[in-house]
């Protein structure tokens, strides 16, 4: 499996000429933010669980239950106030196929969309007319997990999930007045004359946000080495240059932290899959912290706090939100529980740094 990356590649001729023109492109639609995306995610059940990267395509027969493997009301929603409390944002909530009942999911994205005060993101696999008509209320975006638009590799690592479906989702979805995203992953074997494939497909179906991962290995599964990051870079820079203005995101892994600056260096508006609520109050958050320093970068989304519980008003957050007071306790236990956590991790971290 792969090993732990320790410092950020050096780019050179070509790509270093690429990144440095994404870079100023980047900066000239964007400015200098950057941010940090949280899935949220519902379920770790997929009723498919046959693409070969995913964990899910190992555990599904661990599983015999969908409710066994959902997330509980409280837990979701503790971590949306996180995501607020923090600074970060949603990247999009989301879950396999047939993880619940179409009511408790939309109930979930509006209780989401409540705690954030805006519209979010989801990536729920292909749905019909009527189940986007009934996210509408609290959902801007609609993001479909493409992995590869190479057409012979698609049928390779996504047998049971084909791209066609998405497709018509995304065309009733533009109808709708929805924005679009899409995710790709790199380490899957494409290859870099595939790109010309996904420009096309982010201009054929009108993209405004692509998500781009890099492949983490999971063991049981054919995969067994992540992307170089200067290939992450690659992609990232070329999408950049290609469009200007569409949002960009980055998947990385804890292990793969010393690459963050580089892809942000790349044109990305934001960077995703950290563990961030358990490396909130770590040496790996200040690492994080340290890469968009390093890139040229501002951000307001945080990984370490000498006073989590002083950071916001935690329980005004709930103010507003169409939770009964059992669910409301519920979910106070439970960010409470999350709080906790980082501040004894922050013990630590804060006595460390004063020795």
């Keep these: ?21 994404a870079g100023q492109i980047f900066k000239d639609n964007f400015g200098k933010e950057a941010w940090f995306g949280r899935c949220i995610f519902l379920s770790w059940y997929c009723e498919r669980g046959t693409c070969t990267f995913c964990y899910r395509s190992v555990t599904k027969h661990k599983i015999s239950h969908a409710e066994k493997a959902r997330r509980s009301l409280a837990s979701v929603v503790a971590e949306a106030m996180l ?15 047939g993880i619940a009942e179409d009511k408790q999911v939309v109930r979930m994205t509006k209780l989401v969309s409540q705690i954030l005060k805006e519209k979010i993101w989801i990536n729920l696999g292909d749905m019909d007319e009527e189940l986007l008509k009934k996210f509408k209320p609290y959902v801007k975006g609609i993001v479909s997990s493409i992995e590869t638009v190479e ?29 679009l995203g899409m995710t790709i992953i790199i380490g899957l074997g494409e290859k870099k004359e595939d790109f010309e494939l996904v420009k096309k497909f982010i201009h054929d179906n009108n993209i405004d946000r692509i998500t781009i991962y890099a492949l983490r290995p999971v063991a049981g599964t054919p995969f067994e080495h992540g992307p170089d990051p ?3 870079a690659w992609w990232t820079a070329k999408t950049r240059i290609a469009y200007p203005k569409i949002e960009i995101i980055v998947g990385s892994a804890i292990y793969r932290i010393p690459e963050l600056n580089l892809v942000l260096r790349a044109g990305a508006n934001a960077v995703t899959k ?3 609520t358990n490396m909130f109050n770590t040496q790996k958050g200040l690492d994080v ?3 968009i320093v390093l890139a040229g970068r501002e951000t307001k989304s945080i990984f370490v706090s000498e006073d989590v519980y002083k950071l916001q008003d935690w ?10 007071e059992e669910e409301r306790e519920s979910i106070l236990k439970a960010l409470h529980q999350y709080l906790d956590s980082m501040v004894k991790r922050g013990l630590n971290l804060y006595k460390s740094s004063a020795d």
């Design 230 to 232: 200067l290939d992450v």
């Design 274 to 276: 950290l563990p961030a």
């Design 83 to 97: 995501i607020k409390g923090m600074g970060w944002r949603i990247e999009f909530l989301t879950g396999g196929y």
């Design 315 to 324: 329980e005004a957050m709930l103010e507003g939100v169409d939770v009964n």
């Design 1 to 21: 499996m792969d090993a732990i990356i320790t410092e950020t590649p050096v780019p050179t001729g070509e790509l270093a000429e690429l990144i440095e023109k």
């Design 289 to 291: 912290q340290n890469e």
């Design 151 to 179: 057409e012979k590799l698609h049928k390779q690592v996504c047998p049971d999930k084909p791209i066609k479906p998405f497709v018509e989702m995304m065309n009733i979805a533009k109808d709708l007045d929805y924005k």
